[in-house]
């Protein structure tokens, strides 16, 4: 993932803590009416990683086990691999019957939809689109639209069309990436029409992009995209940070996280995801399965 690439001599020079909550964050949280324990979906970006073979996948592993060996260390799968095309439905039940029961896909709109007709007269690839993923069934977890990073304040009523007219009984949150969007934190108009319609805002931590680190929730559940630099000390203090934010979240009354570990280079992904579930597990009280990698060094 190349976006928030800085190099690595300027890592020490930004500031990379965590902004404090929005007041209409906590207003949210506070305001579900399902506190309780918190649900967690913790993975990675994509498991068709051969890098990872003698890591996270046992040596000698095929790549087309990937998916099973990936699904026994987390429960849930950021999953790009529709951004850049529509697979069919045989391809799809084959990846479910890979995964236990609890795992679910997290697919990303495909760039036909996002990036070619900007959102607009989609109604037949949006459809093509729901009837492909619609076969993950009780897999599917919430899908995430990333409008074009063209795409500011001009075309804000584009966006909410397309957001109006999907369907309600499907999960979804939205990343946005224009600077437009962040110039008094988060659009107050967008955030609105998020929060009235219940789709969620997608937090993206990236050291090259501090303006998408928002912290505004329109909902009572978070969607972090945390972007690494290659096990870079601050990599470390940044998830401790996001730790502690999360703990205040669920005692505010956090129902979901999900949270997806990205790398400019994925190979170091599964490291500093175990590290995120290490500490979450000793501050937070939850007891997530950290993945088994092989030759840990760290652990």
């Known amino acids: 993932m190349e976006f928030g690439k800085v190099p690595e001599s ?27 324990k918190t649900k967690f979906y913790v993975g990675c970006a994509k498991w068709g990683r051969k890098d990872w073979i003698g890591k996270l996948y046992p040596k000698g592993t095929k790549e087309k086990d990937f998916l099973e060996y990936y699904a026994k260390q987390f429960n849930c ?11 069919d439905l045989a391809r799809v039940r084959s990846w479910v019957e890979k995964v236990p029961k609890d795992f679910i896909f997290c697919p990303k709109f495909t760039e036909s939809i996002t ?8 109604k037949a690839e949006v459809d093509a689109y729901l009837e492909v993923v619609a076969e993950f069934k009780k897999h599917l977890g919430p899908i995430f639209l990333m409008p074009h990073p063209q795409m500011g304040l ?18 979804m949150f939205l990343e946005l990436r224009h600077k437009e969007w962040y110039q ?53 203090s ?34 500093l995801i175990k590290y995120f579930i290490v500490e979450l597990n000793k501050h ?16």
């Open 284 to 299: 937070c009280g939850t007891d997530i399965k950290p993945p088994v990698i092989h030759n840990d060094q760290l652990f």
């Open 184 to 236: 008094d934190g988060y659009n107050p108009e967008l955030y609105q029409f998020l929060k009235k319609n219940k789709r969620g805002t997608i937090i993206t931590d990236a050291a090259g992009r501090r303006d998408c680190v928002h912290m505004h929730l329109s909902t009572p559940e978070c969607f972090i995209r945390f972007v690494g630099n290659a096990l870079h000390p601050t990599d470390y």
């Open 154 to 171: 001009k075309h804000l009523d584009t966006i909410e069309a397309f957001i109006a007219d999907f369907p309600k009984d499907v999960d």
């Open 77 to 87: 799968i950021e999953f790009n691999g529709f951004y850049y095309q529509l697979h």
């Open 115 to 122: 990036h070619i007709r900007r959102l607009k007269n989609v």
């Open 10 to 36: 300027e890592l020490d020079n930004i500031d990379l803590t965590l902004p404090p909550d929005p007041e209409v964050t906590t207003t949210v949280l506070k305001a579900s009416k399902k506190k309780g």
């Open 238 to 271: 940044r998830i401790d940070e996001w730790v502690q934010r999360i703990k205040k979240w669920m005692a505010e009354g956090l129902e979901t996280c999900y949270f997806f570990m990205h790398q400019h280079e994925e190979l170091h992904s599964p490291e």
